[in-house]
Structure formats: structure tokens, C-alpha cells
């Protein structure tokens, strides 16, 4: 059972630029959650893809946007980019809804976004 | 809003001492609670889910409860070792499992000293 993915590792960036992040899931799941890290904070959810539709969204503006593709994985894009969105982006997977999903969440390694 | 709290936010113990980490949230209306475990730089690793129907979950050395009324979660390690040294992160889930949000804490960064 291969474990959540996530490219790229580390990546820079200026300010106005844009930015795809990717991930694929845990094998058998079939929800994507992306969540923002700052350092020194917990994650921050950022949405949720279930079926390849966002079900659910954290306090982040339009320009943080999603897709979630058949397979299950995703991808987080973030357009004009600016200083503060310098953080590490958590991308979990989960089975989603049903009477043995659990809830719980496995997190892939992230992606170092800094913004210069 | 659900806030989540961790206490402390850095602890220091010697190896081989058992210690505890405290976790508090606001809202008892949750799901479940799960602990992670966060290494420099690194990604997140589950390391206990408890549903809120549950009292504890025990993995090893390492032992959750949870008392939903008063908001409260501890994370029990035992014996601990240089190889616990990392950040550890209680997250709550509001809602039914297909819910969207985790709600974390900041974390307790544990140092275990040789």
C-alpha cells in the first residue's frame, strides 16, 4: 500500500508568480484535503476534494484554488502569489464518507513553498 | 469557532522518563481526535485516532485518552527515548468522518536528552 505523495519537495518562488502543487493518495482513498503550515503553527486547512468535487473550505481567498482528477489525486494551485504564503502545504488523504471510514488522516512529507 | 491548545509548547525530559502531553479544546461536539507526530521539516505520521465514543487507544509505548465533556486529550509516552524527539500535534474533527476540517493545535516540541 503506497502512502500519500507529494511533488515538488521544495520550490521558490516571486511574488505575482504561480505555483501548482501535486499529490497523489493513499491507495484506496478517495478524499484530499490540503492544509497550509506556517512555521512554528498547526496546519491550517485550506479544502477539500471528495469525487472531484470541493466539499469543503477553510478561510483561504479564491486565489488558492483545487482539482481532484479520477485517480484521486490532486493538485493545489495558488495564483499572484505573495510574501506570506511562504509555508509548508500538507496534502492527507482519507476514504472518505461510508460506515468504515474512520476519518482518520494520513499526510504525505508536503511542499516547501517560499516566496521571495 | 474551535480552538485547539497545546501545553506545554517545548518539554525537555531525560531519556527513559515517562512523560505526558495535554492537549484542550473548546468545542466538545467532535468526531474524533487524532495525535501526530511531526519531525523537522518533515510531513505528518498518525500516531493514535480516538472516535469520540472512545476513552483511549493505546500504540505501543504510547497511550491517548480522551474526556470529551471537559475538552481534554493527554498523550501518554512511556519510557521515552532520543528517537521521540520531535513535534507532537493533536487534531480535532468536527462532524461526521466525511468532514473537511482538522482543527490542530501548535504542537509540543519534545526534546528527549541522551
Known amino acids: 500500500e503506497t502512502g500519500v505523495t507529494q511533488s515538488p519537495t521544495h520550490l521558490i518562488k516571486t511574488r505575482g508568480q504561480q505555483v501548482t502543487l501535486r499529490c497523489s493518495s493513499q491507495?484506496?482513498?478517495?478524499?484530499v484535503s490540503w492544509y497550509q503550515q506556517a512555521l512554528g503553527q498547526g496546519p491550517q486547512f485550506i479544502f477539500q476534494?471528495?469525487?472531484?468535487?470541493?466539499?469543503g473550505r477553510g478561510n483561504f481567498p479564491p486565489r488558492f484554488s483545487g482539482l481532484q482528477f479520477p485517480n484521486y489525486s490532486s493538485e493545489l494551485n495558488v495564483n499572484a502569489l505573495e510574501l506570506d504564503d511562504s509555508a509548508l502545504y500538507l496534502c492527507?488523504?482519507?476514504?472518505?464518507?461510508?460506515?468504515?471510514?474512520?476519518?482518520?488522516?494520513?499526510f504525505g512529507e508536503g511542499s516547501r513553498l517560499t516566496v521571495l | 469557532k474551535q480552538e485547539v491548545t497545546q501545553i506545554p509548547a517545548a518539554l525537555s525530559v531525560p531519556e527513559g522518563e515517562n512523560l505526558v502531553l495535554n492537549c484542550s479544546f473548546t468545542?466538545?461536539?467532535?468526531?474524533?481526535l487524532q495525535w501526530f507526530r511531526q519531525d523537522p521539516g518533515k510531513g505528518l505520521t498518525s500516531l493514535l485516532l480516538?472516535?469520540?465514543?472512545?476513552r483511549e487507544q493505546t500504540s505501543g509505548r504510547l497511550n491517548a485518552s480522551l474526556d470529551k465533556s471537559s475538552g481534554r486529550s493527554t498523550l501518554y509516552i512511556a519510557a521515552s527515548q532520543p528517537g521521540d524527539s520531535a513535534t507532537y500535534l493533536c487534531?480535532?474533527?468536527?462532524?461526521?468522518?466525511?468532514?473537511?476540517?482538522?482543527?490542530f493545535g501548535t504542537g509540543t516540541r519534545l526534546t528527549v536528552i541522551p
Open positions: 487534531a480535532v474533527r468536527e462532524g461526521g468522518a466525511g468532514a473537511n476540517n482538522l482543527f
Open positions: 468545542d466538545s461536539a467532535i468526531y474524533n
Open positions: 476534494y471528495y469525487r472531484e468535487e470541493e466539499n
Open positions: 492527507a488523504s482519507s476514504k472518505g464518507q461510508g460506515p468504515t471510514n474512520t476519518g482518520e488522516l494520513f
Open positions: 480516538i472516535q469520540s465514543s472512545q
Open positions: 491507495s484506496g482513498h478517495n478524499t
